[in-house]
C-alpha cells in the first residue's frame, strides 16, 4: 500500500481468510469530508471462480425492478429472426373478404410479428416517407395452417389473426417455405394464445421503465386534476375491471361451445335450411342436381343476352357494377327462380359479369385441367386443317356437362361476333375476355404470359370454326 503525496484520499485495505474463499473490503474516506458518505462507499465480492456478484440494493424501487426482470420478456426477443422475399396475398381485412392479389414482399419475422415490404428492409427504409408504417401481423393469438384450397399456387400457407386478417404466403421451393413455415409456428407457439397477455406485458414494460412511486403520483394526479363524477366512474372502472375481464371469459366460453355443437354443412343442407350452392361448385355436380348437361343458370344468362344485349356496345368486355352482380350471385345461390327480365337486372353488363364469374368460380375450368397441355398442342400444329381437326376430336372426348355447355356458350359467342358491327366485339376480343376464364393450367405453373396467348387463340379457333368443330347444328 502507498499513499500518494499529491492525493488527499487513504485506502485501509482489510484481508480476511475463510476456508478457500477471499473477500476484500474497499472503503474509500474522503480525508477533506468531515462526515462519512455512505453513498461514496463501494462493497465487492470475489467468489472462488473470480465472478462479481452484483449486490442487490434494498432500495423498494430497485427491488421492483428485479422482481420485473423475471416476468417481462428480454427486448432481444423483439430481434429479427428470419427475412427474405415470398409471393403474399392478403385475402381479409377484419374479417372482410378481400380479392386475392399475388406480390413479392420481402418479409421481416420478429418474436411476436411479421412485416411486410416492397423490398428488403434497410432500402425500403430509407425510401419510406416519415410516418409511414410497413404493413404488419400481430402473431399474437394467431392461427398458421397449410392451406391448398385456397389456391390453385403450390406451396401456400395461411395466417389468420386475431384481428380478422387472413394472409396467404408461398414459395415454389418446398425447402424455403418449410423452413418459413415452422419458423412462423415456433414463434406463434412462443406467445400467449391470449392476445390481452401481450397488452399486460406492455404495461409491466412501461412500470419497468418507470418508477413505482412516479406511476402512482401519476395516476392520482390524473384522478385529482378530473371532475368528481369523472373520478367516481374511473374508480369503478378500477374496481370492475376484473369481473369485466370474467363476463368476457364466460361470453368467449359459450361462443366456442355454440360453434363446435353447430351443425354441419351437409346437415344444413339435408334440412333444406341451406339451398345447394351454383357459383363455386363443380360443373358436373351442378348438372347432377339439376338433371341436365348445362346449368340453368348458364342457359338463363344466355337468353337475357341474346334478347337485349347483342346490339350493345362492348358486350362482355364492359364490366357491370360489381355490388348488383355480387347481388344476383347471392340470389342465384339461395333461391330456385330467377328471373332476369326483373328492373334489377335491366343493366345487361350485369348479367354478363355474373355469367362470366360462373366459370371463373368454377373449381375446375370449362376446359377441365386434364386436357390442357393437349388443347395446347393442338393450336401449335402448323397445319390448321390438322389442327381443327385435333381439337374437334378433344371437344368430343370432354364430359358430357363440359363439352355441352361449351357448344351453347360458343354457339351463342358466334351470335354476338355475328353482330360486331354494332357492339364492336370481334373474334379476337372474345378470345381475350374468355380465354383465360375457360382455360387455365393448374397451379398456374409455367410461363403465364404464353399461357395466355395459347388460350386466346384456342378460344379464337373455336368462334372461328365452330361449325366444324361442333357440327352444323344449331340449339
Avoid at 426482470?69 to 374479417?95: C, R, S
Avoid at 419458423?183 to 406485458?201: H, M, Q, T, V, Y
Avoid at 360462373?358 to 389442327?387: C, G, H
Amino acid at each position: 500500500m502507498q499513499k500518494s503525496t499529491n492525493s488527499d484520499t487513504s485506502v485501509d485495505t482489510l484481508n480476511s481468510t475463510h476456508q478457500g474463499t477471499g473477500a476484500v473490503q474497499m472503503r474509500i474516506k474522503n480525508a477533506n469530508s468531515h462526515h462519512d458518505r455512505l453513498s461514496q462507499s463501494k462493497s465487492m465480492i470475489l467468489t472462488d471462480v473470480g465472478k462479481v456478484i452484483e449486490p442487490i440494493s434494498r432500495h423498494r424501487r430497485n427491488h421492483s425492478q428485479h422482481v420485473l426482470k423475471d416476468v417481462i420478456p428480454p427486448l432481444e426477443q423483439l430481434m429479427v429472426e428470419k427475412e427474405g422475399y415470398l409471393q403474399k396475398a392478403k385475402i381479409a381485412d377484419g374479417g372482410k373478404k378481400l380479392r386475392k392479389n399475388w406480390s413479392t414482399s420481402w418479409i421481416v419475422l420478429s418474436s411476436r410479428k411479421i412485416e411486410f415490404y416492397k423490398e428488403s428492409k434497410q432500402q425500403a427504409l430509407a425510401n419510406m416517407k416519415t410516418g409511414h408504417k410497413p404493413e404488419s401481423v400481430d402473431l399474437c393469438g394467431a392461427h398458421i395452417e397449410w392451406a391448398k384450397e385456397k389456391s390453385s399456387r403450390k406451396n401456400v400457407f395461411q395466417i389468420t389473426t386475431v384481428s380478422g386478417n387472413e394472409f396467404l404466403l408461398q414459395s415454389d421451393i418446398d425447402f424455403i417455405i418449410l423452413d418459413w413455415f415452422h419458423a412462423i409456428k415456433n414463434a406463434i407457439d412462443r406467445l400467449p394464445k391470449d392476445p390481452s397477455g401481450s397488452s399486460r406485458n406492455l404495461e409491466l414494460f412501461k412500470i419497468q421503465r418507470s418508477s413505482s412511486t412516479e406511476l402512482l403520483s401519476h395516476y392520482d394526479n390524473d384522478i385529482k386534476e378530473q371532475k368528481p363524477e369523472h373520478r367516481k366512474s374511473l374508480m369503478f372502472r378500477l374496481h370492475h375491471s376484473a369481473s369485466d375481464t370474467s363476463d368476457k371469459n364466460r361470453v368467449k366460453s359459450r361462443l366456442k361451445k355454440f360453434i363446435t355443437r353447430r351443425p354441419s354443412l351437409k346437415t344444413l343442407q339435408e334440412k333444406g335450411l341451406i339451398k345447394d350452392q351454383i357459383f363455386g361448385s363443380h360443373l358436373h355436380t351442378v348438372c347432377e342436381r339439376e338433371n341436365s348437361t348445362v346449368p340453368r343458370f348458364v342457359k338463363q344468362c344466355i337468353e337475357a343476352v341474346e334478347k337485349r344485349g347483342l346490339d350493345v356496345d362492348g358486350i362482355y368486355r364492359v364490366s357491370g357494377n360489381l355490388a348488383t352482380i355480387q347481388k344476383l350471385r347471392f340470389i342465384v345461390n339461395q333461391e330456385e327462380k330467377l328471373n332476369l327480365d326483373d328492373s334489377q337486372w335491366e343493366d345487361i353488363h350485369v348479367v354478363t359479369g355474373a355469367l362470366k364469374m360462373f366459370f371463373r368460380e368454377l373449381p375446375e375450368p370449362l376446359f377441365p385441367y386434364s386436357f390442357f397441355e393437349r388443347f395446347v398442342e393442338a393450336i401449335k400444329k402448323q397445319d390448321y386443317n390438322t389442327r381443327i381437326e385435333t381439337i374437334k376430336s378433344l371437344v368430343q372426348k370432354l364430359p358430357p356437362p363440359n363439352r355441352d355447355t361449351m357448344k351453347i356458350l360458343f354457339g351463342h359467342l358466334t351470335k354476338i361476333v355475328a353482330k360486331a358491327s354494332k357492339n364492336l366485339m370481334s373474334t379476337q376480343s372474345l378470345g381475350i375476355v374468355f380465354g383465360p376464364t375457360l382455360l387455365r393450367a393448374e397451379g398456374e405453373m409455367g410461363n403465364m404470359a404464353v399461357h395466355m396467348v395459347y388460350q386466346n387463340q384456342i378460344a379464337e379457333l373455336m368462334l372461328s370454326e365452330y361449325n366444324k368443330i361442333f357440327g352444323s347444328e344449331e340449339d
